[in-house]
């Protein structure tokens, strides 16, 4: 089992409706990413927090937002739900520099209906 | 549990044989490479990583290859055991703040 946890593991909205994620990145690791994985598929980017400071960001519309907090845990919210945003929500923590494992939470999966 | 990958390239292997899971990677100035492991309902799990300096690089029953040729990692699994059936994803990383790139993934059935 890895450091990092997410809440919650399981959501269901509403089409329309706003979501917010959690995660709490393993100690000693600054740096949060958040990626989006649709049933079948890899993993893909959403975006990477460092420092409080979002630092990279994939192919995904400004309704995906997010934050970090001083003790380095993160919040990705999505606004104006879409049913396309049914997926499983990984967060990941890791160190800044080269070469640095990143370690994976659970999950939490979002139904939209 | 929830299912990972429902049309996913798959595997099957008998228990006890060794299994090789092949990834071609797409950027040639990716430097660093990871091979990750998630078992259905669950985040990926860490298995073994490689830097591009290297070209093999072993742990405990796997084996990672690396093939900057080509663009071509694979993962080598020795003794294979019906817990190592999960879904397995290659990673690339082009250093510095970029994101972990990440494969179509295989699905590694192991019978027992």
């Known amino acids: 089992e890895t450091g990092v946890t997410q809440s919650p593991t399981h959501l269901i909205k509403t089409r329309g409706q706003q979501v917010t994620l959690r995660c709490s990145s393993q100690?000693?690791?600054?740096?949060v990413s958040w990626y989006q994985q649709a049933l079948g598929q890899g993993p893909q980017f959403i975006f990477q927090y460092y420092r409080e400071e979002e630092n990279g960001r994939g192919n995904f519309p400004p309704r995906f937002s997010g934050l970090q907090f001083p003790n380095y845990s993160s919040e990705l919210n999505v606004n104006a739900l879409e049913l396309d945003d049914s997926a499983l929500y990984l967060c990941?923590?890791?160190?800044?520099?080269?070469?640095?494992?990143?370690?994976f939470g659970q999950g939490t999966r979002l139904t939209v209906v | 549990g929830e299912s990972v990958g429902l049309h996913l390239p798959t595997l099957s292997v008998q228990e006890g044989d060794n299994s090789i899971i092949n990834c071609a990677y797409s950027?040639?100035?990716?430097?660093?490479f990871i091979w990750y492991k998630q078992e259905s309902g669950k985040g990926p799990q860490f298995i073994i990583d490689?830097?591009?300096?290297?070209d093999k690089r072993q742990g405990q029953r796997v084996t990672v290859l690396l093939n900057k040729t080509v663009k071509h990692l694979s993962l080598q699994i020795a003794a294979t055991q019906p817990g190592d059936s999960a879904v397995y994803f290659c990673a690339e990383f082009a250093s510095g703040n970029t994101p972990l790139v990440f494969g179509k993934g295989t699905r590694l059935s192991v019978i027992a």
């Open positions: 950027n040639s100035a990716s430097d660093y």
């Open positions: 490689i830097r591009s300096n290297m």
């Open positions: 100690s000693g690791h600054n740096t």
């Open positions: 990941a923590s890791s160190t800044t520099g080269f070469y640095t494992e990143a370690f």
